[in-house]
């Protein structure tokens, strides 16, 4: 027999699961536009910092190695917040996908013991 009340109880539940679910991603989001911030404003600053040392160097051969020193740098640092990033952007995606977990698992049929 169908009840209203279990309907408003399965209506305000899945309410619940979307507002839950947005915050989640609202959060992700921030996390993710944060590391972003953090790795730009990292990078002008390293590359500042770069030119400056470069503007001091009085032979070809310290400009190539401070400049073989900074791209080494730049690259390590590009491969370890890319790294950091996608690891934001996959915790993100299971966060966003977490509620449709729990509504397929009321949906799919119980294994048999």
Known sequence: MFKVEDF??????QFETVVSSATS???????????YGDYTK?????TKSFVEKLSGVR???????????FAKSAYEAFVADSQKIAGLYSDL?????KPLEGLASKFAPQAAH
């Open 93 to 97: 995606a299971k966060q966003a996908f």
């Open 8 to 13: 408003q109880n399965y209506g305000k539940e």
């Open 42 to 46: 990292k990078s002008f600053e390293d």
């Open 25 to 35: 991603v609202q959060s992700g989001l921030q996390a993710i536009a944060a590391a």
């Open 59 to 69: 032979s070809l051969d310290k400009a190539i190695e401070a400049q073989s020193e």
